[in-house]
């Protein structure tokens, strides 16, 4: 079956007909209990970058999800109207399930998801949405990272785990971590960058990659994210995860609490090139001791 004949199907489905526009289908008319206008270019490029048997759901969805945006102040297919409320916000890979968002992973578990915020709520954009753009959705997310730096500064307060320095940055919104990028206008980022943990979207904790102390940081920034992270679950918890920032990238450090024998002790597992930079601290550190 044919993209037009899924879309009369599945719009009849729903109770609805529809009449394509006479300029070859760029726009479907639906008549029903109300009138909408879909536009089909971009599920027209969606559905090329997928397998026919994806089509029924990918055209379903379209279709249902126009109509539950029909309300909306402003149609999301129109970049010109939508271009300021672009924004972003950071979920977990295993929280979207099965949904079709525009994003890119900032780790193998952190995605940094495309929205639009229409006064205090924001939705995901769809990719059949950006496909009518006349940007790709990697600008698309850059045009909101940029929306979301010029719309807040983020706060900061330092404070003090126990002899572990962090700084907290936070924000009035669900898009802190778009200032990761930007992190150095905050704060002085060594060469070897610095930790991070994200225990909601609004928020940075932060302290610097400096000496071999930050093996001791690692494990009350873990602690602490665990427990800022459980307080938040059910409003908007992210990770409770430490990561490392360096070089524009952002990395996780594993590190998982395990009991044993009645002793809670933390099991870091870091990445190969956090574990060299590892390694050099220590080299360091021996050698200002030595020196000492």
């Known amino acids: 079956m044919d993209l037009d004949s899924l879309l009369a199907l599945v719009a009849d489905n729903l109770g609805y007909t529809c009449s394509f526009a006479p300029d070859g289908g760029g726009t479907l008319t639906l008549e029903g209990p109300r ?10 490029a969606e559905a090329r970058r997928r397998s026919r048997e994806d089509w029924p759901m990918l055209v379903s969805e379209h279709l249902s999800h126009t109509l539950d945006a029909a309300d909306e102040p402003l149609d999301a297919c ?10 972003t916000r950071i979920q977990l890979d295993e929280d979207l399930g099965s949904s079709h968002v525009v994003g890119r992973h900032l780790t193998a578990d952190l ?8 006064g205090a709520t924001a939705r995901p954009v769809r990719p059949e949405e950006v496909g009518c753009w006349p940007i790709t959705a990697a600008q698309a997310l850059d045009l909101a990272l940029e929306n979301v730096r010029q719309d807040e500064r983020l706060s900061v307060t ?17 898009s802190a971590a778009a200032h990761l990028r930007r992190l150095a206008d905050y704060l002085p ?16 904790i932060v302290h610097p990659v ?16 665990q427990r800022e992270f459980d307080l938040g679950v059910g409003a908007g918890a992210l990770s409770s995860q430490v990561y490392w920032w360096h070089d524009g990238r952002l ?17 870091v597992a870091p990445p190969p090139e956090f574990a060299r930079v590892l390694a050099d601290l220590a080299v360091r550190s021996d050698g200002e001791g030595a020196a000492g």
Request: proline share 4%; charged share 25%; net charge positive.
């Open 158 to 174: 330092e404070d003090d785990l126990g002899g572990v320095a962090i700084r907290r940055l936070s924000g009035p919104t669900a």
């Open 251 to 267: 990395r996780l450090i594993r590190s998982d609490l395990v009991n044993h024998d009645g002793q809670t002790r933390l099991v």
């Open 210 to 225: 400096e000496s071999i102390g930050v093996v001791r940081a690692i494990e009350r920034l873990r602690l602490f994210a």
């Open 111 to 118: 995605v940094e998801v495309l929205t639009i915020k229409y």
């Open 35 to 44: 009138t909408v206008v879909v536009r089909l270019a971009g599920l027209r």
């Open 189 to 204: 980022v060594p060469s070897d960058g610095v930790l991070v943990a994200l225990p909601d979207p609004a928020t940075l």
């Open 78 to 87: 129109d970049l010109d109207q939508v271009r300021s409320l672009l924004r």
